[in-house]
């Protein structure tokens, strides 16, 4: 760290001398000798904490790959280091490279950590926020929006942090609700026990009977036994272990009320695991609905995951709160820091693990373990607590088939996806979770299904380089919300800005963002389904587990899954809560002969063991009209030129900073040489990028060809004639209002209908006639 001249504070030697003259000249002080250059920069100089030390932050290229570990870099210029009895001391001699107070208080707030992801939403609003054909000036004015919304999520934990603080148990003395609840089926002999509070709650939520997992899951849960509960995606679970949660701090109120006057802090009623940030912040808004209604209340659940502030997280925690969502590595953090806090979490009554079946992975959720192993060391043993804490595991897949890669080798055939029959899964989580009771109990909700019945599985046969061309046609034609999967974060970023260049609203989600931007682009993809007919949120397998996004229309696989457990999360993000919906995969013939299959054979509820899937019958290939494909097909050309000049653009862009701000700091003032120094591996992926990239002319000539081609109207059978003409009356259509908006002389179209009735067996008809090869002799037996 090179040294700086500066100017520095007057000595306060001459301030001494004035004061003795004003005191009558009783004293006259000597003139000193003028202070050497080296007393002065002692004098300048101060031994300062590296906390003090204002850092900045070195931003570093994406291709660099894994660090295992290394989280980042910082740097600053103008200090000292000094090494003195074998420790570095910092000395500084300008106060500006000191923070100030307010800087300080902002990073013990975690503020500071805030500013700096936003810096880093800022350089990925081209990939992320729908701006249609609009110059840069509205591209700014949308930048700006996106910190104020920014700004507001960051101020939510605040707004909690403060109820908690302020009035954390409010809701203690919550009376008794005096309206007769009539829910008969809540209130049979098996849920007998539920109080009240509980009633209530599920009565203004309109919640009139219990679904399948929750009628078998409850009663055994409030008998205080172990459960293993399998059940497929949007069928209830969390309510299922949700509800028994409820119940045991309600029964367990007067101790808590009595150790609030006493000011000791309660233990958690129970902890719930969850494996991802998004799916925890789920689980705690699906509490919240029922808790509010209860002595419990909204204030009495938090959050603890990664991606926000943990010194704020330590604070909501040592207020005691009555149930805790977290996921792993945030929780094990916090319970290594603090061995107090680790004696109360492992005094919970009920420790509960959402989508179990991660568990089932080998190299995941070793943090769950560690934090296992911690509760049965930290935990109390006295006779008020039982000796083990009751376990609730609830999935909707178990079966280690589903786990395997989807390729052409298929050596073990599926032994079933019943729970009851299968004995390995659950001698597995035995050995992991160490239950209480010798035998948990086994519920399995639909043995028979593992995708839901409600969903309607669907099949797009089209070359590798032809996605996007079908993604294109499939969203044009089909209006509603759809979530389109893709197996890579590269795929996500280009997909957005392709989709947004052809007027389609897409938003994106991957594991890449920092956990404000997966939050705000939730938030972005709901307000535009309500006001949009077309909505998009193209996600990496960060969203396929356990979210619960309202009204998903249909899921559309870009990319074959790599396991079927990913396919089934993935499908069950529509059709939820007994609505129907549409899985679509794109699928190329290489994938048709060995990954395809596979999935089928392992997914599919028709097939039994033993028997012989037959493609055509299990899936549904979705009706593609070829006349208006090839109509779509110049627009995606030229909407996929200018998405690949864009990300290449930003990529490459985030590269040269970090080289240019690097080799500024080292004193290389000539970069010319710098190819001589990158891997070839670089090379070539700088390379590819610059060949994407476009000058502001191509690019500006491009969106003008784009405008002009979305501006003309796609036609039916490329129709030219008279609106009245031809087989479809288009001028009764545009009266009765069953035109589609986007094809003239096409009616509206849906998915679910087009699946259901007899348009995809004429396709599989004409289909066969084109692709059907002679069977042979092994096939015909």
Known sequence: MAPQKNKGKPGKSNGKGKANQKKGNKKVTKPKKPPTLKQKLQRESKIVRIDDLKWKTVEIPDNLGDYEGFFGLEEIDGVDVEIVDGRAQFIVKDDSKLK???????????????????????????????TGFGDDSDQDQDEAADVEETEEIDEKPDELEKELSANAFANLDLPLPDDEI????????????????????LSVLNFSKPTPIQKKAIPLALEGKDVIGKATTGSGKTLAYGIPILEKYLSSLSTIKQNVKDKIVNNPTGIVFAPTRELAHQVVSHLNELAKYSPLSTRGIVSITGGLSIQKQERLLAHGPGIIVATPGRFLELLQNDEQLTKRMASTDILVLDEADRLLQDGHFEEFEKILELFGKSRPKNKSMQWKWQTLVFSATFSRDLFGKLDKHQKNKAKGNSLMDNDEIVTLLNEKLKFKDSKPALIDANPKEIVSGQITEALVECGPTERDLYLYYFLLMYKGSTLVFANSIDSVKRLVPFLNNLNIPAFSIHSSMIQK?????????????????????????????GLDIPNIDHVVHYHLPRSADVYIHRSGRTARAGREGVSVMFCSPQEASGPLRKLRRLVASNSTQGSRLNMHTDVKLLPIEMDLVSQLRERVTVSSKLADASISKTSTRKEDSWIKQAAEELGVEDLSDIENFEDDIIKKQRKRKESKMLGKDEMKGLRYELKQLLATPIRKNARRSYITSGLQNLAHQMVTGTHHDDVLGHEKVDALTDLKDGKSKKLKKKANKVTKKPKSNKDKK
């Open 517 to 545: 931007q997966r939050l705000r682009a939730l938030e972005r993809f709901k307000a535009a389904s309500e006001k949009n007919e077309v909505s998009v949120l193209v996600a990496s397998d960060v969203a396929a587990r």
């Open 182 to 201: 009539d829910l008969p089926e809540w209130q049979s002999e098996d849920l007998s026990s539920l109080s009240p509070y509980t009633l209530n709650g």
């Open 100 to 130: 100030s107070n307010q800087e300080e208080q902002k990073e013990e707030e975690g503020e500071q950590e805030q500013q700096e992801e936003e810096q880093e939403e800022e350089e990925e609003e081209e990939e992320e926020e729908f």
